[in-house]
């Protein structure tokens, strides 16, 4: 079977990656006003050479900055957004894992203001990592327009601006195609939407706040698919794109559970992405069998290889589980990657960089003997 010449690839990863320990330092360095930020750019950048080689090294066709520019994975992108402020208030997030549980607090957001965007969010760290690449495909992952509303709801957007929420999503999946078209003038032919809305939706414990908040939780993710497509309603022609949906991801540990079953009509049959990269590693993902609406031409990117833990995967073990998945989507459609991002916030997951790389490594090899 051909190897994929066009995202997703058979061999793919989700983005994010363990920030090395000189960056961790200088970041702390300029927090405590020691460094500037040139300074700390020039980390940044030398940082993000080295991990481009990395990921080019183990044979990857995908390559991003590891996010390295970022404190986490979504904040840092909708904070650029116009009319979008950080508030006092604090968003805590509760997380838990094998060993126990945690929590997770950051700053909320206001919209308090129409919807726009002004300059082009992470366009200098994008063309920097353009220019890095030599034979990977240069990959950018920002927040979905979900990810927007999901947290704070209604209640986090200034009824006085947005009487009406129609309004909201027009303005906010209108700033989104405007981010999209100018990505595409900058060269960027992967671009991802990350949205753990989609997979949180699936948790009942997720749906019951959502009816808290005063949402419809029945049918939010209708809500959340329809405004995706409108913001990418206008792609720039040769832009692959995929979505990436996961249960939480924070120092090793998740914040929801549950298989892809209620969503997975909607989400696969309509969701006008080329490829969904979904979370797999464990039984709290579900089965396989929502994969059956996958319809053709879409595909899936098998989430097998854990970010969580640096035990690698049984070779072996892995092939089995994409022979099972293939029972319900042919696999011409399948891909593979790791399940999540290892550093979707500043702090990393709990395994060593070479466990990472030791995970990325096998999973271009188990792609090579499956598919070629």
Not at 172 to 195: M, P
Not at 228 to 242: F, H, Q, W
Not at 249 to 277: I, K, M, P, Q, T
Request: aromatic content about 8%.
């Amino acid at each position: 079977m051909a190897s994929r010449t066009t995202p997703p690839f058979r061999a793919d990863h989700v983005g994010s990656l363990l920030r090395p320990q000189r960056l961790l330092d200088a970041r702390a360095k300029q927090s405590a006003g020691e460094l500037d930020g040139e300074a700390l750019r020039e980390v940044e950048d030398a940082s993000i050479r080295d991990v481009v080689r990395m990921q080019e090294e183990v044979g990857l066709q995908s390559a991003t900055d590891g996010e390295f520019r970022r404190t986490s994975w979504h904040m840092d992108f909708i904070y650029q957004l116009g009319g979008i402020d950080r508030t006092d208030e604090k968003l805590n997030v509760h997380f838990r894992n094998e060993q126990g549980e945690l929590d997770f607090q950051s700053a909320a957001l206001r919209v308090d203001d129409r919807v726009t965007l002004a300059d082009t969010i992470f366009a200098d760290a994008f063309t920097f990592l353009r220019d890095q690449v030599s034979t990977a495909t240069p990959k950018l992952t920002i927040p979905s327009p979900s990810m927007v509303h999901y947290r704070g709801g209604r209640a986090a957007i200034d009824e006085g601006v947005y009487p009406d929420l129609d309004a909201f999503w027009t303005d906010l999946s209108g700033a989104y195609a405007e981010q999209v078209r100018r990505l595409g003038e900058l060269g960027c032919t992967y671009l991802q939407l990350d949205d753990t809305s989609l997979a949180y939706l699936n948790d009942p414990q997720q749906r019951a706040m959502v009816s808290e908040q005063g949402g419809d939780a029945e049918h939010q993710h209708e809500l959340y698919i329809r405004n995706i497509n409108a913001a990418l309603s206008g792609r720039p022609e040769g832009m692959n794109v995929t979505t990436h949906m996961c249960r939480g991801n924070f120092r090793s540990s998740w914040a929801a559970e549950g298989g892809y079953d209620f969503v997975a009509e909607a989400l696969f049959s309509e969701l006008d992405v080329d490829g969904f990269f979904l979370e797999y590693d464990d039984a709290r993902s579900g089965g396989f069998e929502p994969l059956r609406f996958v319809p053709s031409g879409k595909n899936v990117v098998l989430g097998l290889v854990t970010t969580k833990k640096g035990a690698l995967e049984d070779k072996d073990q892995l092939k089995r589980r994409i022979d099972d998945a293939s029972k319900y989507v042919p696999l011409e459609q399948l891909c593979l990657s790791p399940q999540c991002g290892f550093s979707s916030t500043v702090e990393g997951n709990a395994l060593t960089y070479d466990e990472q790389v030791a995970k990325l490594r096998l999973v271009v090899e188990t792609a090579a003997e499956v598919w070629g």
